[in-house]
């Protein structure tokens, strides 16, 4: 074939996108509700705070959106222009919840254009949060549509295929692919978790680098709850998964958790190095893995031993694997701790190091997403449609992957310093507590 | 009507909306671009704002409804022309992201940022010059087959005089187009400064917009002469298109009605797009790939329709909320009232 070279740039480039894009959706999918429950909050209470956070957040929120819509204008036009097979094959198949995903985000994008030029512009403040529902929604559901064709890749079904031609399609069948429910429901539940982790962060270096208004001390509280909430409910559902995984994909699950050989009373491997075809220096779970697979203690759990080779992923998605479920487990624990603390009245949450621990808890949660996301990905490998077709029949003929690749590596650059640095200036100049007290100025000339 | 042209048909008139919306968007990217390097920002600035910040996100959904949609009713355009688009379409692509978030950037965060403004103004009047190659290609004439993978002859593309006078004409229309309807824009803001302004834009475009659209169509008999053929068979649409030109024109220079005048804008826009689109018929692009042969399987064709009339019903109140709040209303336009967030 040849065609070695743009398969290998495909792939880089495909990994670039997704990694910078996953960013922003990320933040995308969850901010909104996050907006969206302080701003009710806000209403509830009668409390001016909640409302400015909705109102801080959301403008710091149009920045990433910005970024993640020509971001995601970006993979959408790559899956084609880089798997072209691919596309081909999948458009007659699962070209349904991509078209979908389309409306959502033209819901989405209509909604929110009207929500950040509508504030105050409504007597009845109730008015102007039922606009942020479509936004929330809309989100919420381009990253169910999107995430809807992933687990397509995974467990692609709804077609028969004969003599090389589909035949038999049904789209739905497609889209609800066994896959669909705990892949959707992780990518749901871990972006609500991520963005609350991400906003509790910014809360907690505003209170470490000196201001202690009262407004920070709300919003902390109320992200680390929330987060806390959706780490618990990733948890669960991350158990799901994993039983999905030993039904219908048990070469990744092997992959994964490095089960060399098929066995019963399977222990659940962490962290760890394989040399020479064993694992060493890696803590052992004993049952977990046979818990995490069939939901019993004993049960036998299919081994590497059982597949062909070409048909196993690499096998450093176990470190994947370990970095997603160490940061979840990390931060459900510490947001418990906090939640606890504050309730009990414990000084230790409220001290410099607990505060750095929930800062650091930012950029760490990312980091789950991206290491969740790799590992998705390159456990499917070899195949991009999983038992179908193979990556490298599916990429493209063309011989400028490369060069397209420093193109976009720059672009994504600009994109990134961008954001952050419009982001920084944009709280800088224009800082929670002045704003503050400027409203309250505004309000007292009223009653004046 | 088949399903094929059915599909095709909505996936046309999408992307009509996005060249539209997207012409009058990256046109007013530009003018502010170049009034801010000409020191008359003052007078165009709060005008191009008012209308572009609550949509802009929409015209993008346009583009991506277009090019999702036809891998949808038609997924063998992935193959054709996913493979032979990667450096066009990439370039456009890094345009339509660098004009995004600049504007995002400029707007939100850095008001007034002068490298902003003009970077996405720049990027912006490019889009349409990128993505215009892709109506060039489906021409004909510029693919190749070569073990069976079809691959872009880039020497005979950028040498050939139809790739320029399309680049040439995207360049223009955007420039007339977003000019005619800023003109009514500022007139309903009641800004005289503006509305004369931008009138002489509007003015200026008009010339090179039509020598360019009537110079491709003789390009075309050299190049496609099939297609050129078919043109005439819709003489009278062409006929209609440009008489709504003249309309367009006579009202700007009479200061009359400028909202008529956008409206005559959009119907002779609407007859070139619609003609040239039916002429093509069959073709996706010559002469690999029609309609019929690249056409996806029935089910998918009726659960994506199903999908669009249902999508629509969502879709049209929506943007009738939108154009109310924002088009449409008085107070909003004049600049009465600032509900940014």
Do not use: C, N
């Given at each position: 074939m040849g065609n070695e070279e743009a398969v290998f740039f495909s792939r880089i480039l495909t990994e670039t996108t997704l990694s910078f894009h996953i960013i922003y959706a990320t933040i995308g999918v969850g901010v909104p509700l996050m907006i969206m429950i302080a701003q009710w909050v806000g209403i509830k209470k009668n409390d001016d705070h909640y409302i400015l956070l909705a109102r801080r957040w959301a403008r710091g929120f149009i920045i990433t959106v910005a970024v993640g819509v020509v971001t995601g204008t970006a993979i959408g036009l790559q899956l084609s222009l880089l798997w072209p097979n691919f596309m081909e094959l999948a458009g007659n198949v699962i070209a349904l919840p991509l078209f979908m995903e389309t409306f959502a985000f033209f819901f989405e994008a209509i909604f929110l254009g009207i929500y950040l030029y509508t504030w105050d512009r409504f007597e009845n403040q109730k008015k102007h949060f039922l606009l942020l529902i479509p936004v929330a929604i809309g989100a919420s559901f381009s990253a169910v549509f999107i995430t809807i064709v992933n687990a397509f890749m995974n467990a692609p079904r709804g077609f028969d295929i004969v003599n090389g031609e589909f035949v038999n399609v049904n789209p739905l069948l497609a889209m609800f692919n066994p896959a669909m429910p705990t892949k959707v429901a992780h990518v749901v539940a871990t972006s609500y978790m991520?963005?609350?982790?991400?906003?509790?962060?910014?809360?907690?270096?505003?209170?470490?680098?000196?201001?202690n208004h009262?407004?920070?001390?709300?919003?902390?509280?109320?992200?680390?709850?929330?987060?806390?909430?959706?780490?618990?409910?990733?948890a669960i559902i991350g158990d799901f998964s994993g039983k999905y995984l030993a039904e219908y994909q048990p070469e990744k699950l092997a992959a994964a958790e490095w089960h060399l050989e098929t066995s019963e009373n399977a222990p659940l491997i962490m962290y760890g190095i394989l040399k020479d075809g064993e694992v060493k220096y890696a803590i052992k779970i004993p049952y977990a893995l046979s818990f995490l697979a069939h939901g019993s203690f004993t049960q036998e759990v299919a081994g590497l031993d059982q597949f062909p080779e070409d048909e196993v992923p690499p096998l450093y998605i176990h470190y994947l694997f370990d970095i997603m479920v160490s940061i979840g487990i990390w931060m459900t624990l510490l947001a418990g701790v906090f939640w606890l603390g504050v309730q009990r009245g414990w000084k230790m949450v409220s001290a410099k190091w607990f505060r750095w621990l929930i800062v650091l808890g930012g950029p760490l949660s990312i980091v789950a997403i991206e290491a969740g996301?790799?590992?998705?990905?390159?456990?499917?490998?070899?195949?991009?449609?999983?038992g179908v077709m193979r990556t490298e029949d599916a990429a493209t003929t063309s011989g400028h992957v490369d060069s397209m690749l420093v193109l976009f590596c720059l672009l994504y650059l600009v994109l990134g310093v961008g954001s952050v640095v419009v982001l920084r200036r944009m709280f800088r100049n224009n800082p929670v507590e002045r704003e503050i007290e400027d409203r309250d100025t505004e309000k007292g000339g009223d009653v004046l | 009507m088949t399903l094929e042209i059915l599909g095709i048909s909505v996936l046309w008139t999408f992307l009509f909306g996005y060249i539209l919306i997207g012409a009058i968007d990256f046109g007013a990217g530009f003018f502010n671009a170049y009034s801010t390097l000409t020191g008359r920002q003052h007078i165009l600035t709060n005008i191009i704002q008012r209308y572009l910040s609550p949509v802009w996100e929409v015209t993008n959904v346009f583009l991506v409804f277009?090019?999702?949609?036809?891998?949808?009713?038609?997924?063998?355009?992935?193959?054709?022309?996913?493979?032979?688009?990667?450096?066009?379409v990439s370039i456009g692509i890094i345009l339509l992201a660098i004009r995004g978030s600049y504007y995002a950037f400029e707007t939100?965060?850095?008001?007034?940022?002068?490298?902003?403004?003009?970077?996405?103004?720049?990027?912006?009047?490019?889009?349409?010059?990128?993505?215009?190659?892709?109506?060039?290609?489906?021409?004909?004439?510029?693919?190749?087959?070569?073990n069976g993978n079809p691959v872009l002859d880039y020497w005979k593309l950028f040498t050939s005089p139809l790739t320029w006078a399309i680049v040439v004409l995207s360049i223009a229309a955007t420039l007339y187009i977003s000019a005619v309807f800023l003109t009514w824009y500022a007139n309903k803001a009641r800004d005289k400064e503006a509305t004369n302004m931008i009138r002489k834009y509007a003015l200026i475009w008009a010339l090179p917009t039509i020598i360019t659209a009537g110079g491709i169509i003789v390009e075309l008999r050299n190049h496609n002469p099939e297609h050129y053929s078919n043109i005439q068979n819709f003489w009278p649409m062409f006929?209609?298109?440009?008489?709504?030109?003249?309309?367009t024109l006579w009202l700007i220079w009479k200061r009359r009605n400028y909202g008529l005048a956008f409206l005559l804008l959009v119907g002779q826009f609407a007859f070139a797009f619609f003609g040239y689109g039916a002429s093509h018929y069959p073709y996706l692009l010559y002469p690999y790939l029609t309609i019929y042969d690249s056409f996806t399987n029935p089910a998918m064709a009726i659960s994506l329709i199903v999908v669009f009339i249902m999508g629509?019903?969502?879709?049209?109140?929506?943007?009738?909320?939108?154009?109310?709040l924002f088009l449409f209303d008085k107070d909003y336009v004049r600049g009465k009232g600032d509900y940014h967030a």
């Open positions: 991520t963005a609350a982790f991400v906003l509790a962060a910014i809360a907690a270096f505003r209170l470490l680098k000196g201001s009262e407004y920070h001390k709300k919003a902390l509280y109320l992200t680390m709850k929330v987060g806390l909430v959706f780490a618990i409910v990733s996301w790799w590992l998705a990905e390159v456990g499917r490998q070899p195949w991009i449609l999983r | 277009f090019f999702v949609g036809i891998i949808g009713f038609f997924p063998k355009t992935a193959f054709y022309y996913g493979t032979t688009l990667l450096i066009p939100y965060g850095a008001r007034g940022h002068k490298g902003y403004s003009f970077m996405y103004g720049l990027a912006g009047i490019l889009i349409p010059a990128s993505l215009s190659i892709v109506l060039t290609i489906s021409e004909g004439g510029f693919i190749d087959m070569v006929l209609i298109s440009f008489l709504m030109f003249i309309g629509l019903g969502l879709l049209i109140p929506s943007l009738y909320l939108l154009m109310r």
